[in-house]
């Protein structure tokens, strides 16, 4: 079975502070999919990024970046430089694959995130 | 681009009742599935619809069911409504097949049950 835990129930920064959401996984296959989305009041979830379990390479985007750690199962989120637009609550998802295709997501409970101004 | 749609986006039913919720995925996709999220967790797969079949699903009883459309979208059935079934329903779709799909979740359908 797989299993996503953020431990993180809720965090607090003043703006311009940078934060590290945390994600661990678990999952017995050997190939699968990581995800994180940010979910806004309205309810939609955004997505932000998507990784392979064969491809490790970290990832800078803007002022997100991504460091996954196959050895350790974890996949976290950092957010530089925060703004108050960056309040959410951000879920980490696990997915198996099936013929290439990523099928059902298994989240993790969720980080809600406010950005003090 | 449309991304993915959902209808409609707020409805209050009563407890017995059946509701119908539906899906239009993102222009190209084929794939549909369906999530629930109660208030304040993550949410919860339901089931997931490829080429007009339920491909997989989740711990969800047979009150829960769907249906996907030649054009692709969907629709969510749940039968004899229970007042636990109040949540957010999230509809997200993806193309199958090739492994740089991403799966893109719409608005969502806020149901609640008295």
């Known amino acids: 079975a797989q299993k996503v835990t953020q431990a993180q129930t809720e965090i607090s920064v003043v703006e311009k502070e940078d934060v590290t959401l945390d994600c661990v996984y678990e999952t017995r296959d050997t190939t699968y999919y990581l995800f994180w989305y940010k979910q806004p009041p309205s309810g939609e979830l955004v997505f932000l990024i998507r990784r392979n379990s064969f491809d490790e390479q970290n990832e800078i985007s803007g002022r997100y970046s991504w460091n996954f750690q196959k050895s350790t199962s974890s996949f976290n989120f950092t957010i530089t430089a925060s703004q108050v637009v960056d309040s959410a609550v951000y879920f980490c998802?696990?997915?198996?694959?099936?013929?290439?295709?990523?099928?059902?997501?298994?989240f993790g409970s969720g980080t809600q995130l406010t950005v003090l101004p | 681009d449309a991304g993915v749609t959902q209808s409609p986006t707020h409805l209050i039913k009563t407890r017995g009742q059946q509701v119908t919720l539906r899906c239009s995925p993102k222009s190209g996709h084929d794939t549909v599935s369906w999530y629930q999220q109660a208030l304040g967790q993550g949410p919860q797969f339901i089931f997931q619809y490829y080429e007009e079949e339920e491909r997989q699903r989740g711990n969800f009883p047979d009150r829960f069911s769907g249906h996907q459309f030649p054009n692709y979208s969907s629709e969510l059935n749940v039968n004899a409504l229970l007042l636990g079934d109040s949540a957010l329903y999230l509809c997200?779709?993806?193309?199958?097949?090739?492994?740089?799909?991403?799966?893109?979740f719409g608005e969502g359908s806020w149901l609640t049950v008295v």
């Open positions: 998802a696990l997915s198996d694959l099936f013929g290439g295709s990523a099928r059902q997501l298994t």
């Open positions: 997200a779709s993806s193309l199958a097949g090739g492994f740089r799909n991403t799966i893109y």
